[in-house]
C-alpha cells in the first residue's frame, strides 16, 4: 500500500482525525467533542488543556484503528497535517501557560471595540491591508478588548496566541503559526506575509508577542520520542503546520479551480472561491485567507444558514415535528415535502433570513427577520418554503461581491447539512442560475489538511490533484421556470434591508431595552 496522511482539524466543538490513502480513500478516523464555555453573556470560550488532550486522543485512537487494516502503520504514515478553527485568541506566559481560555470566534465581548475600530481607529484601511473583516470575531478586536477592559491581563501576558499554535508548541516547544490561521487575525499583512506594523502599534504589541509566520506546508520535526510512542507514531513522523478550517474545507471539496465556489449551508454559511493573489474589497464585504503563497481564499460568512429551518421546525412547526418523530420520520424531511406542495416563490412571499442579525454581505448585526408579501392567500406551506428561498437568497447575495473582485463565477459546489434536501438543492441552483454539484465531504476540512500535507512532503505534484480525491454525489441543472421566477424575486429581497436601516436599528433597540424613547438613539447605536 501506498503512503497514508493523517488530517486532523481542531473545530470549535470537536477535534476530528481521518486518515486518508493518496487517492483519498478513508482508511480510519475519530472524533472527540468538548463543550463550549459560555460562563458571561457574550463569552465563548473552550479549555486550551481539553482541546490539546482531544487531539492527542483523535490521533491516537485514529492511528489504533488504522493499525487493525494497516500492517506497520506507523512506517506507513508519511505525515500528520493541521486544520483549525480560526480566529481564536489565547493569552500565554513566558513559559507557555495559559492566563485565559481560547476565546473563540463565536464570543461577542468585542463587539463595541470592533465598532470602535471600524469607526475611529481607520480600521477598513487595517482591513483592506489584513484581510480580515472587521468584526467582534477577529484576533484584532479582541486584543483591542484585552488592552482596554483587562490591562493587567494584556501587560502580564508574554504572548497572545491561537489554538493550534498552543497544540504545536506543547509538541514541539516553538511558537510557529501559519500565514493561514494568520491572515485570518486582522493582524496579518497579505502582501508582505507579515504581522502587520499599523495594526501592532495600534494594540501596543510587539511581534515578538505573537508566534512567527510559517509557510501552511512548513514541516515541524523532532517529536518527543515518548510523545510519538504515546501515539502510535515514529518520532521522526513530520507534522505539518497546515492551514485554517474554512481555505482547508475548499481544497478537501476539490473547488480550487477558478470560476467554481463553495457553498456550505450548516447551522452557519459561507461563501468561499479561490484566487491566485490576495484581493480585499473596497467596501469591506469579504474575508481574504491564505491557502498557499498562490491559493488565496475569498468569501463571505453568513450567521443565518441551517439554523434558520431548524427555528422553523421548532417554533413554527411543532406540531408537524412531532408527528414525525412519532413515526420515527427526519422532521426536516417532512418540512421539505410540505414546502414541495407550493411553486418557486411562494406565490409572492419573501423571507429575510437575519434573525441573528448578519455578517456578509451587509455586516449589520441589527439586521431582524421578516416576511413581507404575506396575503390571504398563504398558508404555513408557502411560509415554510419563504424560509429555505430566504437562506438562499441571503447566500445569493454574497455573489455580486465576489463576482466584483473576481469576475464571473461558472459552478457551485454545495456542502453542509441543507445538502440533505433534494429541494434545497434544487432552489441552490435556481436562485444561482448555476449548476450546482454536491461534492463527497466527508470531513472535507481533514482531507484538505491531508492533500496541503501531501503537497508538503512532495508526495503530490500539485493541490489540483485533489479533483480526482473528490467525487460527486448530486448534480442539479437550473430549471428555467423557477430562474424566471426568482430573478424577478430578487430585487425585492436585496432592496428591503436597505430601506430599513433605520428601522432594523429602532427595533433592535427596542428588544433591548423596551421602556427606551423612540427615536432617540445615541450616535453609538447609531453605528452598531
Ligand atoms: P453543522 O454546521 O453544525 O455541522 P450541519 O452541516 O449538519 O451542521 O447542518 C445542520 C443543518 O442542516 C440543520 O440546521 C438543518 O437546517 C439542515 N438539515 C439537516 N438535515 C436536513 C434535511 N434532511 N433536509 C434539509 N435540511 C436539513
Known sequence: MSALMLGVDIGTTSTKAVMFTVDGGIVAQHAVEYPLLTPVPGAAEQDPQQIFDAVLTAIRVTVARAAVEVPDIAARLAGVSFSAAMHSVIAVDAAGTPLTRSITWMDSRAVDWARRLRDEFGG??????????????????????????????????????????????????????????????GLFNLVALDWDAGALDLLGLG?????????????????????????????????????????????????????????????????????????????????????????WVIGGPVNNGGIIFRWVRDELAASETETAKRLGIDPYAVLTRI????????????????????????????????????????????????????????????????????????RIMATGGFARSRLWRQMMADVFNREVTVPQSIESSCLGAAVLGLLALGRIPSLDVVSDMVGSVHEHQPIPGNVQVYSRLWPIFEALPRKLEQEYREITRFQRDPSSPAGLASPEEQNA
Open 124 to 185: 477598513h484601511q487595517i482591513y483592506l491591508r489584513t484581510g480580515t473583516p472587521i468584526h467582534p470575531m477577529s484576533p484584532l478586536a479582541k486584543l483591542l478588548w484585552l488592552k482596554h477592559e483587562q490591562p493587567d491581563l494584556f501587560r502580564r501576558a508574554a504572548r497572545f496566541v491561537g489554538i493550534k499554535e498552543y497544540v504545536l508548541f506543547r509538541l514541539f516547544g516553538r511558537w510557529v503559526v501559519d500565514h493561514s490561521i494568520a491572515s485570518a487575525t
Open 207 to 295: 511581534a515578538d508577542r505573537l508566534s512567527t509566520p510559517v509557510a501552511t506546508t512548513f514541516i515541524l520535526d523532532g517529536l518527543a520520542a515518548d510523545i510519538a510512542r504515546s501515539l502510535g507514531l515514529r518520532p521522526g513522523t513530520p507534522f505539518i503546520v497546515g492551514a485554517n478550517d474554512g481555505v482547508l474545507s475548499n481544497l478537501g471539496l476539490g473547488a480550487i479551480q477558478p470560476g467554481q465556489v463553495a457553498v456550505t449551508i450548516g447551522t452557519s454559511g459561507a461563501m468561499r472561491t479561490v484566487i491566485d493573489t490576495p484581493r480585499t474589497d473596497p467596501s469591506g464585504r469579504t474575508f481574504c485567507y491564505a491557502l498557499t503563497a498562490r491559493h
Open 339 to 410: 414546502a414541495e406542495r407550493v411553486p418557486a416563490g411562494c406565490e409572492g412571499l419573501i423571507f429575510h433570513p437575519y434573525l441573528a442579525g448578519e455578517r456578509a454581505p451587509l455586516w449589520n448585526a441589527d439586521l431582524r427577520g421578516s416576511y413581507f408579501g404575506l396575503a390571504m392567500h398563504h398558508h404555513k406551506e408557502h411560509m415554510i418554503r419563504a424560509v429555505l428561498e430566504g437562506v438562499i437568497f441571503n447566500l445569493y447575495s454574497i455573489l455580486p461581491a465576489v463576482e466584483s473582485l473576481i469576475g464571473p463565477t461558472r
